[in-house]
């Protein structure tokens, strides 16, 4: 069985609105030429295109998928959120919830985002594929059923874990969410929700300010099948990988998966503007490692990952390339030009110590 590679150009060209990087613009902030958010299409573009120049694409199955129907979007977000979208989309576009912006047909590359993680997953359950990446944007982690912030409008992933939900009665899911910022909008779908575990790693109160925090578990039926690991700024290689074998790997096994879907951001890497990890390359070609090894173990290998954040033109391509490297256990290698000057910049022996502290806190408290 292969890896399935789900992309369409046409989620690329989602836009609108007028922002200077992170800020509106307005007052003294002064217009961006030919720029705008951070969450654009150059990372994810490039990410393609590193796979077509050293081949690896082509031991990949790649496709494209339809957008998502109603009923799917309808099973994470009500009718008045979609309808409202689709009307300010059919009128040339706006903005509904924070950082948000899109243009005419907004609401249709919304749904292709979403359909592709749909489709991408129904091929994983279904068994055509071993594993599966879905390259599309805007992302999703962070939209909530009635309110979309983060630069994403639809919850791509929880869409797409919905939809397999339906299509396997009694399916259940542990969602891995290593994006740098915290996963509210997956969390609260399936916040009262057992049979979805949902963990998100990521740098305390970066973005959202308010949300993560680790006495978050879940409510209702889902008491304990929430996890938040928020993770000191400075963190690095180390740290990530420590946490996931002391909190992510227990978790999970606890809850055994039927499948495991990952919101992969790339966004916790060194260079990334919109955080302050230490991440590299290889800190997600590891991840990737044990996550596929958990899978083997317990749910046939059957992983899907949506492509969430991570704004460093130039890195994130190696850094989805490694992924996509270990998913498919393809020989073709991308060198990450940073590796030593990252492995140079790790955090220092007191660091780790301190971090470590944190990690025993959380431990001790599960
Ligand atoms: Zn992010």
Redesign the pocket.
Known sequence: MTTGFYTDERTFWAGGGNYAFTQPVAGLVQPFVGGGLPEAPETKRRFKNLMEVTGLIGDLSVRTAPEADRADLLRVHPATYLDTFKEMSDAGGGELGLRTPFGAGGYEICALSAGLAVDATRAVTSGDLRNAYSLSRPPGHHCLPEFPNGFCLMSNLAIAARAAQADHIGLRIAVIDW???HGNGTEAVFYDDADVLTISLHQEHN?PLDTGDFADRGAGNGVGTNLNIPLPSGGGHQLYLEAFDRLVEPAVRAHRPDLIMIAC?F?AAAIDP?SRMLASADTFRQLTARTMALADDLCDGRIVMTH??GYSEVYVPFCGHAVIEEMSGSSINAPDPYADTFRIRQPKSHFDDYARGLLDQMVAAL
């Open positions: 994006d740098v910022h973005y951001g966004d919109l969430e954040g």
